[in-house]
């Protein structure tokens, strides 16, 4: 499903969903902030533009797979698919309520249109390295992998044994997209455990790098076409984010990784939402 949208509108989309993060997070009392604000522009341009797909077929046999690794960002995919039209918007206030389709992690079995359960980091390449095998034993041709990780899950050693086996047979239907932002829940990444030089690190693991500024959503949907043209190796987009985009008060603090507004946070952050941070006034500011 192609929108046709303009950059300017998928600009848009991305602050609409930026809202509905804030709302969902203060609704649920519990959940993640900086990780799903900083990829806003990344599943935008992924459910608007970049993706094959069909919210009223979710298991069309010629869709592209989106896997979301690191499940814990998953309100973003959630107010995107809710805004593609796989489910009412209203439906997003359930977040991480009991019995809800939208838990704190991505169930495939409870809502259509997720392709995998995650939770344990760092098995979404292996996943997608099995689904683009199984694409090219029955000839799928036409149909790409995407799969969305975080940079700190890069810790685990299962992201780098999937590296290889990527390389080794040529996986070029996977598109990876390593969300770039620098947090993990115990602080920066470069002193958790340094990740630096990353492009080389995949380089050397055969394959081919893309670099982005992963908030600009022109950049993104150029890096996704780019990386579907590369023939003889997987492309893994690294993308460059601001945890907490679009909050003043949230930006690069690694303290929002996993924590939910309170009610005059989530007043606070929606304001700055919608007037972009004070760029916009209203009549009666």
């Not at 809202?19 to 990344?42: F, N, R, T, V, Y």
């Not at 918007?89 to 991480?96: A, G, Q």
Request: charged share 25%; proline share 5%; net charge negative.
């Amino acid at each position: 499903m192609k929108h046709g949208m303009s950059t300017e509108q998928l600009e848009k989309k991305a602050n609409q969903i930026r809202q509905d993060i804030i709302k969902m997070l203060e609704h649920a009392g519990s959940g993640h902030s900086a990780g799903p604000l900083g990829l806003a522009d990344i599943f935008t341009a992924l459910y608007f533009d970049v993706l094959k797909h069909d919210p009223k077929k979710p298991d069309w046999d010629q869709r592209d797979i989106l896997l979301l690794s690191n499940g814990h960002c998953v309100p973003v995919r959630y107010a995107a698919m809710a805004h593609a039209g796989y489910f009412d918007v209203k439906e997003l206030l359930t977040l991480r309520k009991l019995g809800s389709r939208l838990q704190g992690h991505p169930e495939r079995v409870r809502l259509p249109g997720l392709e995998t359960t995650s939770g344990p980091l760092g098995c979404g390449l292996s996943q997608a390295c099995g689904m683009a095998l199984a694409m090219r034993m029955d000839k799928d041709l036409h149909r790409w992998v995407y799969v969305v990780m975080g940079d700190g899950e890069l810790d685990e050693g299962n992201v780098w044994e999937a590296a290889m086996l990527a390389a080794k047979y040529k996986l070029n239907n996977i598109i990876g997209i390593i969300d770039r932002n620098n947090i993990q829940i115990d602080g920066p990444t470069e002193v958790v455990m340094p990740l630096e030089d990353l492009r080389a690190k995949w380089e050397g693991f055969g394959w081919h790098v893309i670099e982005i500024d992963g908030n600009n959503i022109e950049a993104f949907i150029d890096a996704c076409a780019m990386g579907r043209a590369v023939v003889e190796k997987p492309a893994m987009i690294i993308a460059h984010t601001v945890p907490g985009k679009g909050v003043d008060f949230m930006e690069y603090d690694f303290h929002w990784h996993g924590a939910p507004p309170n009610h005059e946070q989530a007043k606070k952050a929606l304001h700055e939402l919608r007037t972009l941070q004070g760029k916009i006034r209203g009549e009666h500011e």
